[in-house]
């Protein structure tokens, strides 16, 4: 069925330089061969063009040539001397040769000095089979070294072993700068340099530290660009080069990169961002490269599990059981209760077929349209505002598109910590001049950083962001920075008219703001200013604009402002989220909303009804289902008893946990599909193990529309991929399904979705990647979308006004607490826990300001205790002159953090999106551990009891307790 | 390391160190390239350039550490340490070579009791191999304390030094 399974390994082809942009061509003659060439491609380029190479060990074509190793020397007829390829650009009519007598010499002569201070060691060395010098050394034919090895050298230099994923040995180091060149130019992070001089230089990260006391973010460019073994993956040493190689997309963050898994049987042992990856461009970030052994560790759930009650133990028995089980369980609580008393929840880390196929079980099988999807919780206004505004869902653009833009606004986003690789090619961007604006609480990375500096931070509260969005608005129709000729040719001219109005008034203005969102009125109007008339502007948004009680106004603002300066449908503008999880796009695309069919078609159109209903051969229901939220409190209420959970941690990730689990404890079948014992399958009652992207077939869609194959590269660890077990689920409940490969799947969704009508696995094998719309008009793909005019016609302007969120300073609670994520860590870190990332973040803290702790007599790493009028926990504190006084932030990546004890049941007022960003807090220094996490350390012990067959007898004694502990604590 | 983790708290400036930092960047930090004349400030206010000051030093100029780490390490000129109370720098070039540069640098090794390269344990002297003072034509030639003098013998070094005070004695306890 698939075309592509295992390739042989062959290491992508590297054209020394990067490609030249120019559109004018000139012709050369390089070793008697003719070639024609893009003005500016450097010799070396031209070179493999033509079909030779030249030696090389300084330059790679991911990287700017540096002219520094020597070995890429050419002759040029008429020339004098002997120029380095790399740095020469061809020019029309010259005749160069790449060989001769004479560069031999000088190339033998150079290399002799390399390897007389380098360790001959190289049929041991972890990178033997995979060496740039040793290739070298063959190619240029040395066979004797005159200089010995006597005389000063490297070669007793410790090995830097302080990053868990590579180790460092300066012994092995020929000082190339392709490290530091990549941590630059490709990463932007500049952690590391050359310090000395001369026979002293070395590769030095930061002063010369240790790599985990230096700047480094372990994005692994530089291992990458290492020509020998001087950098290289302890996988790499531990299991030897790998053998073969599978294509496949990373499932951590909406980036979606692609990647090489290097493969040795069923084992990885690399993963290599790819070069031609339209999302990466051959860049990966610490997660995507590094954080993949969770796969394969002990804590993976591997046998199916049932019980009778989440105080019994947990019983191991066959797939057959366990589902018969399920099946059994839901139609008798549908028997007795009714249809609606069941319901499901696909995946956002799972597959669009598998997140297809959980909506078609629930629509066709549970008979009902209670499904919904984690994105409920993160951008489920995005979908809403967009799709309101421009009559799309999703994001505009390519990242590329970022390459062209000359204004650059980060609202609520944090993309060098969330959505790493993205963010080394916007700040890249910003190093070759963009202009930056920052709409942050919190002061990140991009605001202040080496070669990056926001022309503008609105370091506006947290909660005021339609305020501020409003005074940009106003900034705009006051003066005079509309773009009039696009709104009149694209906008439906009432509409805007309307708004025009609405953001003229005189309480929108930045001055009426301004002690309402704490920014001064003269920085909002420099920045609208900057967006409105700096060239191309582009806007990138993440969870801080979506996550509000006013996301989805928000969202709308957002959309008002590109519309109003015409900053949309073309390259290098657009209004971009910055989705969270890998397949976010795409389980909100393929129905996973209690109210839309796949493609976001309302189950009340009977038009798309009837074609479902004809293709699935059942009757479909024209009502919305329950959302997440509603299916909590209808579980509270007894009338929600049946849930089938697949790959979503609500106990972790949903606000308010205290609410999440008395309505899970209150269901009668809570069935979790899952890698790992997550927090919800501590309140389940059949557990079924589920299989991580490298154990299936699939597509991801990521933020930017593009649907990337996802291959499997060993089998399922617990014998069925995750589509699979839901068509076993879907088969005992009596309704049939009977692929044998996900392609079958995408077929389905083609057939049934217009705007994926021409995606297949054939035309992904083919394109790599596509970007929705694919169809008739797109057959490969929509890259940008909205260009001569909106999806749904005329873009639509509408009223955002301003309404402060009911979640308020207080006397009793007098900070605001806002969330967010850690580059090392991903989202409720199932997966990043269970690998060496938690060397780079161990535990959630309380980011404060030094004035708010000081005012607390609060010292760095003490405890302390947040509380909410939700709950409270408790967490170590650490002092940061990010926070502006008055607002403390956290993460959520640890369950015993409980930071989502404390957030509130607050929620957008158009998709129920939970306002995790504003929480009105207390914080106190305390001694101990508060009553929830006492309580949660007490069920959580018992839980792993239970699952390893301990305390069989005394679970019956102890289940009043647990139950009690568990679902009411004070 | 990754943004949020607490970092280690820096090291703390003494107030002559703050002083010297505030005033090389309030000459220096917006001008473009300003990095290299604000290390010099600091150099001669302080005589080396504390480690400390990299994070201050880095942000001000909107660089990483280790970049301004490179800058310092490339010239020999800036010192991380603390110097010596003198410092004598012999020029090791092949004029002065040639000039008897090699018996010179013994004889300040033995009348200083400092290896050249190094800095006496009691800190008095420190002992600096130089590579061209641009005095080839009247070599060999050495910097005393800042101050070049050409066509040195014994004679003249000895007297070099011996003008040079003494330590007092609780100096080196």
Same mark, same amino acid.
């Given at each position: 069925?698939?075309?592509?399974?295992?390739?042989?390994?062959?290491?992508?082809?590297?054209? !020394?330089?990067?490609?030249?942009?120019?559109?004018?061509?000139?012709?050369?003659?390089?070793?008697?061969?003719?070639?024609?060439?893009?003005?500016?491609?450097?010799?070396?380029?031209?070179?493999?063009?033509?079909?030779?190479?030249?030696?090389?060990?300084?330059?790679?074509?991911?990287?700017?040539?540096?002219?520094?190793?020597?070995?890429?020397?050419? /002759?040029?007829?008429?020339?004098?001397?002997?120029?380095?390829?790399?740095?020469?650009?061809?020019?029309?009519?010259?005749?160069?040769?790449?060989?001769?007598?004479?560069?031999?010499?000088?190339?033998?002569?150079?290399?002799?000095?390399?390897?007389?201070?380098?360790?001959?060691?190289?049929?041991?060395?972890?990178?033997?089979?995979?060496?740039?010098?040793?290739?070298?050394?063959?190619?240029?034919?040395?066979?004797?070294?005159?200089?010995?090895?006597?005389?000063?050298?490297?070669?007793?230099?410790?090995?830097?072993?302080?990053?868990?994923?590579?180790?460092?040995?300066?012994?092995?180091?020929?000082?190339?700068?392709?490290?530091?060149?990549?941590?630059?130019?490709?990463?932007?992070?500049?952690?590391?340099?050359?310090?000395?001089?001369?026979?002293?230089?070395?590769?030095?990260?930061?002063?010369?530290?240790?790599?985990?006391?230096?700047?480094?973010?372990?994005?692994?460019?530089?291992?990458?660009?290492?020509?020998?073994?001087?950098?290289?993956?302890?996988?790499?040493?531990?299991?030897?080069?790998?053998?073969?190689?599978?294509?496949?997309?990373?499932?951590?963050?909406?980036?979606?990169?692609?990647?090489?898994?290097?493969?040795?049987?069923?084992?990885?042992?690399?993963?290599?961002?790819?070069?031609?990856?339209?999302?990466?461009?051959?860049?990966?970030?610490?997660?995507?490269?590094?954080?993949?052994?969770?796969?394969?560790?002990?804590?993976? +759930?591997?046998?199916?599990?049932?019980?009778?009650?989440?105080?019994?133990?947990?019983?191991?028995?066959?797939?057959?059981?366990?589902? !018969?089980?399920?099946?059994?369980?839901?139609?008798?609580?549908?028997?007795?209760?009714?249809?609606?008393?069941?319901?499901?929840?696909?995946?956002?880390?799972?597959?669009?077929?598998?997140?297809?196929?959980?909506?078609?079980? @629930?629509?066709?099988?549970?008979?009902?349209?209670?499904?919904?999807?984690?994105?409920?919780?993160?951008?489920?206004?995005?979908?809403?505002?967009?799709?309101?505004?421009?009559?799309?869902?999703?994001?505009?653009?390519?990242?590329?598109? @970022?390459?062209?833009?000359?204004?650059?606004?980060?609202?609520?986003?944090?993309?060098?910590?969330?959505?790493? @690789?993205? !963010?080394?090619?916007?700040?890249?961007?910003?190093?070759?001049?963009?202009?930056?604006?920052?709409?942050?609480?919190?002061?990140?990375?991009?605001?202040?950083?080496?070669?990056?500096?926001?022309?503008?931070?609105?370091?506006?509260?947290?909660?005021?962001?339609?305020?501020?969005?409003?005074?940009?608005?106003?900034?705009?129709?006051?003066?005079?920075?509309?773009?009039?000729?696009?709104?009149?040719?694209?906008?439906?001219?009432?509409?805007?008219?309307?708004?025009?109005?609405?953001?003229?008034?005189?309480?929108?203005?930045?001055?009426?703001?301004?002690?309402?969102?704490?920014?001064?009125?003269?920085?909002?109007?420099?920045?609208?200013?900057?967006?409105?008339?700096?060239?191309?502007?582009?806007?990138?948004?993440?969870?801080? @604009?979506?996550?509000?009680?006013?996301?989805?106004?928000?969202?709308?603002?957002?959309?008002?402002?590109?519309?109003?300066?015409?900053?949309?449908?073309?390259?290098?503008? !657009?209004?971009?989220?910055?989705?969270?999880?890998?397949?976010?796009?795409?389980?909100?695309? +393929?129905?996973?909303?209690?109210?839309?069919?796949?493609?976001?078609?309302?189950?009340?159109?009977?038009?798309?009804?009837?074609?479902?209903?004809?293709?699935?051969?059942? *009757?479909?229901?024209?009502?919305?289902?329950?959302?997440?939220?509603?299916?909590?409190?209808?579980?509270?209420?007894?009338?929600?008893?049946?849930?089938?959970?697949?790959?979503?941690?609500?106990?972790?990730?949903?606000?308010?946990?205290?609410?999440?689990?008395?309505?899970?404890?209150?269901?009668?079948?809570?069935?979790? %599909?899952?890698?790992?014992?997550?927090?919800?399958?501590?309140?389940?009652?059949?557990?079924?193990?589920?299989?991580?992207?490298?154990?299936?077939?699939?597509?991801?869609?990521?933020?930017?529309?593009?649907?990337?194959? *996802?291959?499997?590269?060993?089998?399922?660890?617990? #014998?069925?991929?995750?589509?699979?077990?839901?068509?076993?689920?879907?088969?005992?409940?009596?309704?049939?399904?009977?692929?044998?490969?996900?392609? %079958?799947?995408?077929?389905?969704?083609?057939?049934?979705?217009?705007?994926?009508?021409?995606?297949?696995?054939?035309?992904?094998?083919?394109?790599?990647?596509?970007?929705?719309?694919?169809?008739?008009?797109?057959?490969?793909?929509?890259?940008?979308?909205?260009?001569? %005019?909106?999806?749904?016609?005329?873009?639509?302007?509408?009223?955002?006004?301003?309404?402060?969120?009911?979640?308020?300073?207080?006397?009793?609670?007098?900070?605001?607490?806002?969330?967010?994520?850690?580059?090392?860590?991903?989202?409720?870190?199932?997966?990043?826990?269970?690998?060496?990332?938690?060397?780079?973040?161990?535990?959630?803290?309380?980011?404060?300001?030094?004035?708010?702790?000081?005012?607390?007599?609060?010292?760095?790493?003490?405890?302390? #205790?947040?509380?909410?009028?939700?709950?409270?926990?408790?967490?170590?504190?650490?002092?940061?002159?990010?926070?502006?006084?008055?607002?403390?932030?956290?993460?959520?990546?640890?369950?015993?953090?409980?930071?989502?004890?404390?957030?509130?049941?607050?929620?957008?007022?158009?998709?129920?999106?939970?306002?995790?960003? *504003?929480?009105? *807090?207390?914080?106190?220094?305390?001694?101990?551990?508060?009553?929830?996490?006492?309580?949660?350390?007490?069920?959580?012990?018992?839980?792993?009891?239970?699952?390893?067959?301990?305390?069989?007898? /005394?679970?019956?004694?102890?289940? /009043?307790?647990?139950?009690?502990?568990?679902?009411?604590?004070? | 390391?990754?943004?949020?983790?607490?970092?280690?708290?820096?090291?703390?400036?003494?107030?002559?160190?703050?002083?010297? &930092?505030?005033?090389?960047?309030?000459?220096?930090?917006?001008?473009?390239?300003? =990095?290299?004349?604000?290390?010099?400030?600091?150099?001669?206010? &302080?005589?080396?350039?504390?480690?400390?000051? &990299?994070?201050?030093?880095?942000?001000?100029?909107?660089?990483?550490?280790?970049?301004?780490?490179?800058?310092?390490?490339?010239?020999?000129?800036?010192?991380?340490?603390?110097?010596?109370?003198?410092?004598?720098?012999?020029?090791?070039?092949?004029?002065?070579?040639?000039?008897?540069?090699?018996? =010179?640098?013994?004889?300040?090794?033995? $009348?200083?009791?400092?290896?050249?390269?190094?800095?006496?344990?009691?800190?008095?002297?420190? &002992?600096?191999?130089?590579?061209?003072?641009?005095?080839?034509?009247?070599?060999?030639?050495?910097? $005393?304390?800042?101050?070049?003098?050409?066509?040195?013998?014994?004679?003249?070094?000895?007297?070099?030094?011996?003008?040079?005070?003494?330590?007092?004695?609780?100096?080196?306890?």
């Amino acid at each position: 069925m698939d075309t592509t399974p295992h390739t042989p390994l062959t290491p992508p082809r590297d054209f !020394g330089t990067p490609a030249s942009p120019s559109s004018q061509s000139v012709t050369l003659a390089i070793d008697g061969f003719s070639v024609t060439v893009p003005a500016g491609t450097s010799l070396m380029r031209a070179a493999v063009l033509a079909g030779t190479q030249i030696p090389k060990l300084c330059a790679t074509d991911s990287l700017e040539p540096f002219g520094s190793c020597r070995l890429c020397l050419v /002759e040029i007829e008429g020339r004098r001397g002997f120029p380095a390829s790399c740095t020469t650009p061809a020019e029309s009519g010259m005749v160069v040769r790449t060989q001769s007598e004479r560069l031999t010499q000088l190339r033998r002569g150079v290399m002799e000095l390399y390897l007389s201070d380098h360790p001959l060691d190289c049929l041991t060395c972890a990178s033997n089979g995979d060496c740039e010098l040793q290739d070298m050394a063959g190619q240029v034919g040395l066979r004797h070294m005159r200089y010995g090895f006597e005389g000063r050298n490297h070669l007793q230099q410790p090995r830097d072993d302080s990053n868990p994923y590579f180790s460092y040995d300066p012994s092995k180091c020929i000082v190339c700068n392709r490290c530091v060149r990549a941590c630059e130019e490709i990463q932007g992070t500049f952690a590391l340099t050359i310090s000395g001089r001369g026979f002293d230089s070395r590769v030095s990260p930061g002063a010369d530290q240790p790599f985990m006391d230096s700047d480094c973010v372990s994005c692994g460019a530089c291992v990458q660009a290492c020509p020998t073994a001087t950098l290289v993956e302890k996988t790499v040493q531990d299991k030897g080069q790998p053998e073969h190689q599978i294509l496949t997309t990373c499932a951590y963050c909406g980036v979606g990169c692609t990647f090489l898994a290097e493969m040795k049987g069923t084992d990885v042992v690399r993963m290599t961002p790819w070069k031609e990856g339209k999302a990466n461009e051959g860049h990966a970030c610490i997660k995507g490269r590094f954080a993949w052994g969770y796969a394969t560790h002990p804590d993976r +759930m591997l046998k199916p599990m049932i019980r009778a009650r989440i105080t019994d133990p947990w019983q191991e028995v066959s797939w057959d059981q366990a589902i !018969g089980h399920a099946a059994r369980e839901f139609k008798r609580l549908q028997a007795k209760h009714g249809v609606d008393a069941v319901g499901g929840i696909s995946s956002s880390r799972c597959t669009n077929e598998e997140t297809y196929l959980v909506q078609k079980l @629930v629509r066709a099988a549970f008979g009902n349209n209670n499904v919904d999807t984690c994105a409920r919780v993160c951008h489920s206004p995005t979908g809403y505002g967009l799709g309101q505004t421009y009559g799309t869902s999703a994001g505009t653009q390519t990242f590329k598109s @970022v390459e062209q833009a000359d204004v650059i606004m980060v609202i609520g986003a944090n993309p060098t910590d969330a959505h790493p @690789v993205f !963010g080394s090619r916007l700040k890249k961007r910003l190093r070759q001049g963009a202009r930056l604006i920052v709409v942050d609480p919190r002061r990140i990375d991009l605001a202040q950083g080496p070669h990056v500096r926001a022309d503008y931070h609105l370091q506006l509260r947290p909660g005021t962001n339609v305020a501020l969005i409003n005074a940009m608005a106003h900034v705009l129709v006051t003066e005079n920075l509309i773009n009039q000729p696009f709104i009149d040719q694209r906008c439906e001219p009432d509409a805007f008219n309307i708004w025009r109005e609405f953001a003229a008034r005189p309480e929108n203005s930045p001055e009426s703001v301004a002690e309402v969102t704490g920014v001064p009125a003269e920085q909002i109007r420099a920045a609208t200013r900057l967006y409105a008339t700096g060239g191309n502007a582009a806007i990138y948004y993440g969870l801080g @604009v979506t996550e509000h009680a006013q996301g989805s106004t928000m969202v709308i603002g957002i959309a008002n402002l590109a519309m109003a300066t015409g900053n949309i449908g073309r390259e290098g503008v !657009g209004v971009n989220p910055l989705r969270g999880q890998n397949n976010v796009q795409g389980s909100c695309d +393929m129905g996973s909303f209690p109210h839309e069919y796949p493609g976001y078609r309302h189950v009340s159109d009977e038009a798309t009804r009837i074609q479902f209903e004809q293709d699935w051969g059942v *009757v479909l229901r024209p009502d919305p289902g329950l959302r997440i939220p509603n299916m909590f409190d209808a579980a509270l209420s007894g009338e929600f008893l049946g849930l089938y959970c697949q790959g979503e941690d609500m106990v972790q990730s949903d606000p308010n946990t205290q609410h999440v689990v008395a309505a899970l404890s209150a269901m009668e079948c809570v069935v979790v %599909q899952d890698i790992f014992l997550n927090e919800t399958a501590k309140y389940a009652h059949v557990f079924l193990p589920g299989s991580s992207f490298l154990e299936k077939d699939g597509t991801f869609t990521n933020a930017e529309r593009r649907i990337s194959r *996802v291959r499997q590269v060993m089998p399922p660890r617990a #014998g069925m991929a995750d589509w699979e077990i839901t068509q076993a689920f879907s088969n005992a409940l009596g309704y049939p399904m009977h692929y044998t490969h996900p392609s %079958q799947i995408m077929d389905e969704i083609a057939r049934l979705t217009p705007t994926f009508s021409r995606v297949s696995y054939a035309l992904l094998d083919r394109e790599g990647t596509v970007q929705w719309p694919c169809d008739a008009q797109h057959p490969t793909g929509t890259p940008l979308m909205h260009v001569n %005019q909106f999806v749904r016609g005329k873009g639509r302007f509408m009223l955002t006004r301003y309404v402060p969120t009911d979640e308020k300073i207080t006397r009793r609670f007098p900070l605001l607490l806002t969330t967010g994520r850690i580059l090392s860590q991903y989202n409720v870190g199932a997966q990043t826990r269970r690998t060496q990332n938690v060397v780079f973040h161990p535990q959630d803290t309380l980011e404060i300001h030094p004035h708010d702790a000081e005012e607390r007599g609060i010292h760095e790493g003490d405890w302390v #205790g947040v509380a909410s009028r939700a709950g409270e926990t408790v967490l170590r504190a650490h002092l940061s002159e990010r926070m502006q006084p008055g607002v403390v932030y956290t993460t959520f990546h640890f369950p015993e953090s409980g930071a989502n004890v404390i957030t509130t049941d607050n929620s957008d007022w158009a998709t129920n999106c939970p306002e995790y960003k *504003v929480t009105a *807090v207390q914080v106190a220094r305390v001694l101990h551990v508060s009553q929830w996490q006492a309580n949660y350390q007490r069920f959580n012990k018992h839980q792993l009891q239970l699952l390893k067959g301990q305390l069989v007898n /005394e679970a019956l004694q102890s289940q /009043e307790a647990t139950h009690h502990s568990a679902s009411e604590p004070s | 390391m990754t943004a949020s983790a607490p970092s280690p708290s820096p090291t703390p400036l003494s107030p002559a160190e703050t002083q010297a &930092l505030d005033q090389a960047l309030a000459h220096w930090q917006a001008e473009p390239g300003g =990095l290299l004349p604000a290390l010099h400030v600091l150099q001669d206010e &302080l005589g080396f350039i504390p480690p400390a000051t &990299l994070p201050a030093l880095a942000q001000a100029f909107g660089l990483s550490r280790a970049e301004v780490h490179g800058v310092i390490t490339y010239y020999h000129h800036f010192r991380q340490t603390p110097p010596a109370h003198h410092c004598l720098g012999l020029c090791q070039a092949e004029a002065c070579q040639a000039r008897g540069a090699r018996a =010179l640098t013994q004889q300040a090794q033995d $009348l200083l009791q400092c290896t050249l390269g190094h800095t006496r344990s009691d800190h008095h002297w420190q &002992l600096e191999a130089v590579s061209c003072l641009g005095l080839c034509a009247s070599g060999p030639a050495l910097m $005393l304390d800042g101050t070049l003098h050409a066509q040195v013998d014994a004679q003249r070094l000895q007297a070099l030094l011996a003008a040079v005070p003494t330590p007092p004695m609780e100096s080196s306890s």
